[in-house]
């Protein structure tokens, strides 16, 4: 059985300019030990993968993510995104920037 997603636009905007590539959107996640003790976090941020995947699973929209966290865009949900892609597709994390304690 062939499934076929087709991209919702009220959900996923299309973009004005060329979107990130996988490698350029895994290099927005960064791993600090100092920080919820080394979980995946957006650009250094205190807000982790994690949160945004859970909201995205509890049905918040991306527009609602970013109206809700300011400082997010939208290519840091996408980060996340393909960060849970790379670690189901056992992908090379490479891009994923590790910051010392």
Do not use: W
């Not at 300019?17 to 941020?45: A, Y």
């Amino acid at each position: 059985m062939l499934i076929r997603l087709q991209r919702d636009r009220r959900r996923f905007p299309s973009y004005e300019v060329e979107p990130m590539n996988h490698q350029d959107l895994l290099g927005r996640i960064t791993v600090n030990p100092d920080i919820f003790g080394g979980k995946p976090i957006i650009r250094g941020m205190r807000i982790s993968v994690e949160l945004i995947l859970s909201l995205l699973v509890q049905g918040e929209t991306p527009e609602g993510i970013l109206a809700d966290y300011p400082e997010l865009e939208a290519d840091d949900i996408r980060a996340c995104l393909a960060y849970a892609h790379a670690v189901i597709a056992h992908d090379a994390l490479d891009a994923v920037q590790v910051q010392s304690g």
